[in-house]
């Protein structure tokens, strides 16, 4: 009997240590639920980064002209109606077709000019 008591101490100081490490509330644990608030905060700071990125656009979209007119011109092709605009190919496949070079046009409606190959 004496040797079962001393077995008791060892045994029950294990099963804390086992339930402190692994438990619901344990120590890893709560170093999982550190990482991931950390990881949450990091995606809320560049959620909001977007959201401040989104209210800068909306007040330019809002207030400059400028910024609307670049956005006609990249996204939509948009040109002045006294403006020349020039085309460049710089693919190898038009050069060997013999497309390569430039197609020069007035504003959409207007004629179109094109160089000549002899």
């Known amino acids: 009997m004496p040797q079962r008591w001393s077995l008791f101490p060892v045994l029950l100081v294990l099963v804390l ?6 438990g619901d509330k344990g120590v890893l644990r709560a170093l999982q639920a550190g990482r991931q608030r950390d990881a949450l ?5 560049g959620g909001e980064e977007a959201n401040d990125a989104l209210r800068r656009e909306i007040e330019a979209l ?12 990249r996204e939509l ?29 007035k504003s959409p409606g207007g004629p179109k000019e094109s160089p000549q190959e002899d």
């Open 17 to 22: 240590i086992g339930l402190a490490l692994f």
């Open 41 to 45: 905060q990091r995606e809320v700071q």
């Open 62 to 73: 809002r207030s400059d002209r400028r910024h609307i007119e670049s956005i006609a011109r």
């Open 77 to 105: 092709g948009m040109v002045k109606e006294d403006e020349l605009v020039y085309q460049f190919s710089s693919g190898k496949k038009d050069l060997e077709k013999g497309q390569g070079g430039s197609h020069a046009s």
